[in-house]
């Protein structure tokens, strides 16, 4: 086994998680290109990134530096992507969150990453973490108030 197929093992393994994670912060138009950017700069940085502790989650700010928005993200009608039936206030609830709170609640409740990858990729402390998820979560559930199981 070689550096190809080391490489080629992470790329199928994290490729799928990066993307999904980039949709809410870049929107499903710009994922890919903040995924992509992230796994050249893994290929090129392969031996120190192996070295870490948690490559995804830096990799996550790779992507972010490496593709800088200048406008707020559009997130997809969840029919669009093919999840199930939401609550329909959410993505315009999820939209009006602060960046950080929007990042940390899409991060931890939607692609299942723990608070410390979440604190390593956002370059902020684990309970930082906690306080932009508790935020953001109360933020929504004023915007969209009690909403029954679906």
Do not use: K
């Not at 499903?28 to 070295?51: N, Q, Y």
């Not at 009006?96 to 410390?116: D, E, I």
Request: hydrophobic share 40%; charged share 25%; with cysteine.
């Amino acid at each position: 086994m070689g550096r190809d197929d080391d490489f080629e093992r992470f790329f199928q393994d994290v490729e799928p998680r990066l993307r999904r994670a980039f949709v809410g912060s870049h929107g499903p138009d710009r994922a890919g290109d903040a995924a992509g950017e992230a796994l050249s700069w893994a290929w090129e940085h392969w031996e120190e990134l192996m070295t870490m502790t948690n490559p995804v989650g830096y990799l996550y700010r790779v992507g972010q530096s490496r593709t800088r928005q200048r406008r707020a993200p559009s997130l997809p009608l969840p029919s669009a992507v093919g999840l199930p039936d939401i609550e329909p206030g959410l993505v315009p609830a999820l939209l009006a969150l602060t960046p950080s709170q929007r990042s940390a609640v899409w991060l931890v409740h939607a692609c299942g990453w723990r608070y410390g990858e979440v604190a390593e990729a956002l370059g902020i402390s684990a309970s930082a973490v906690g306080s932009h998820l508790q935020r953001g979560l109360s933020h929504l559930r004023t915007a969209i108030g009690d909403v029954e199981d679906v």
